[in-house]
């Protein structure tokens, strides 16, 4: 079974940076549009930041500028590099892959402090 699993996350001041890592197994990503999501406290699940098969990227209105999304098919791995951390983006980060999407993993705790 193929399986998600992300990495990076942490304790860190407003201010602050962290890298995410998203890791799969197998050749899973190949070809595909990966995307970040974050689950804050008390909240859904909401869409992050995107990467297609061909690096092209979008973001979501409240991290663009701050954050950058990449990848690396050789390791079939996808970062989030996330810069000028606010309180707000506290959330648990998952990623997944657009179509057909998979079971989503364990997820990386953000934690931002004020």
């Known amino acids: 079974q193929v399986q998600l699993v992300e990495s990076g996350g942490g304790l860190v001041q407003a201010g602050g940076s962290l890298r995410l890592s998203c890791a799969a197994s197998g050749s899973i990503f190949s070809g595909s549009t990966i995307r970040w999501y974050r689950r804050a406290p008390g909240k859904q699940r909401g869409w992050v930041a995107g990467?297609?098969?061909?690096?092209?990227?979008t973001y979501a209105d409240d991290v663009q500028g701050r954050f950058t999304i990449s990848r690396d098919n050789a390791k079939n791995t996808v970062y989030l590099q996330m810069n000028s951390l606010e309180p707000e983006d506290t959330a648990v980060y998952y990623c997944?892959?657009?179509?057909?999407?998979?079971?989503w993993g364990q997820g990386t705790q953000v934690t931002v402090s004020s």
């Open positions: 990467i297609t098969s061909d690096s092209r990227t």
């Open positions: 997944n892959r657009d179509f057909p999407p998979l079971d």
